[in-house]
């Protein structure tokens, strides 16, 4: 099992930055995908952003060029950078991990975008 535990939301201006933090426990693998999803109420989860063992990182069309996925590896722990936030990017925000056994999730933090 792998737990998760996501740390950073909160509120933010329009325009501001948030850095969100997910970090990974228990039987962590050599080669696993972390990745961010959001949701809001009433519609499905999207994918935001993964990152692979290593480093390399993909971001949905939505969020390129506000958005940066990083992980440390030494710290079992995936990264969000959020800038230039919008009103619509107001979400939980949730951490995934991912490796041969499956999906594993976290509890989700709140992001929230408003003047």
């Known amino acids: 099992q792998v737990q998760l535990v996501e740390s950073g939301g909160g509120l933010a201006q329009p325009g501001g930055s948030l850095r969100l933090s997910c970090t990974a426990s228990?039987?962590?693998?050599?080669?696993?995908?972390m990745a961010w999803y959001r949701q809001t109420p009433g519609n499905q989860r999207e994918w935001v952003v993964a990152?692979?063992?290593?480093?390399?990182?993909t971001s949905a069309d939505s969020v390129k060029g506000r958005f940066t996925g990083s992980r440390d590896d030494a710290k079992d722990t995936v990264y969000l950078q959020l800038n230039n936030l919008k009103a619509e990017d107001t979400a939980v925000y949730y951490c995934s991990y991912y490796d041969r056994r499956g999906t594993f999730w976290g509890r989700g933090t709140q992001v929230t975008v408003s003047a």
């Open positions: 228990g039987s962590i693998s050599a080669i696993s995908t």
């Open positions: 990152v692979s063992s290593g480093g390399t990182a």
